[in-house]
């Protein structure tokens, strides 16, 4: 059920959410997450984007300092993007703790209008995207940091007996396209099933009022198997792995992810 609006939008409300004393510490502010964003997403055009979006944010942000109230589709055409990359780019902001929305309803009828977008201060020291990270990581189950070449031979040293009777057991909720694939490299359900975890864990929610994640299941095993491929090339090609195998997966799939989720044509689909 939808929370409701309490927050008429009007020129005290926004007021009272002014987050500056004056227009140069918001300036200042903004500078300083322009360098953030700049050393810790590594895509660059995710990084002009944020930037120019943060820009516009504050240009309308001086008559309430540190208050904007301009709608989603005026700010996508200002970018030039689609109103669902202007979506994904807010929330990346909030993600990053640059910035807070919060929703208006109309004084006139009581009916929703563009969200306040409030531009954060700077609280305390803002850190790279390594912090961020952090508080999103997939809990993994500590492995010990053999390779797969290694697994695969010990793997292999059972009898066929047992490897058809633990691959028979998978779990119905693993896809059956992403245990068919996991399957060639490991024989044990347990494993394959965590593998499909990580994956599951990664698709993060991003409207927790309705519970939506930010890819459709269909997305999730697209992304789920290109995954597991690219883990194998790596492990092929002789990466290293220190904190073991589904932590290193959890790695491929969340870089994989933080890629396609400013991919207008994948998330499209």
Request: proline share 1%; glycine share 2%.
């Amino acid at each position: 059920m939808k929370n409701r609006i309490d927050v008429i939008a009007q020129e005290e409300s926004y007021s009272n959410l002014s987050s500056f004393d004056d227009i140069e510490l918001m300036n200042k502010t903004v500078r300083k997450y322009r360098d953030v964003i700049t050393a810790s997403i590594k895509r660059a055009d995710v990084q002009k984007r944020l930037i120019a979006l943060l820009e516009i944010l504050k240009r309308h942000s001086c008559k309430q300092i540190g208050v904007s109230y301009m709608c989603k589709n005026t700010i996508a055409a200002k970018l030039e993007v689609s109103y669902k990359t202007v979506q994904r780019l807010m929330k990346k902001l909030v993600d990053l703790r640059m910035i807070r929305q919060v929703e208006m309803k109309r004084k006139k009828n009581m009916l929703q209008t563009a969200n306040a977008v409030i531009i954060l201060p700077v609280k305390e020291e803002v850190t790279n995207k390594q912090s961020v990270k952090k508080s999103m990581k997939c809990p993994t189950i500590k492995t010990t940091s053999s390779s797969l070449k290694q697994n695969i031979k010990r793997l292999n040293k059972r009898n066929n007996s047992v490897k058809l009777s633990s691959a028979n057991y998978i779990a119905h909720w693993v896809p059956k396209s992403f245990a068919e694939l996991t399957r060639y490299f490991y024989s044990e359900a347990k494993a394959i099933e965590e593998f499909w975890k990580v994956v599951k864990q990664c698709n993060r929610v991003v409207d927790h009022m309705n519970g939506l994640r930010a890819f459709t299941e269909d997305q999730e095993l697209e992304i789920g198997v290109q995954a597991f491929k690219e883990f194998v090339m790596k492990i092929k090609s002789g990466a290293k792995i220190i904190k073991g195998e589904f932590a290193y997966f959890n790695g491929i799939v969340n870089n994989l992810m933080d890629k396609l989720y400013f991919d207008d044509a994948f998330m499209s689909r």
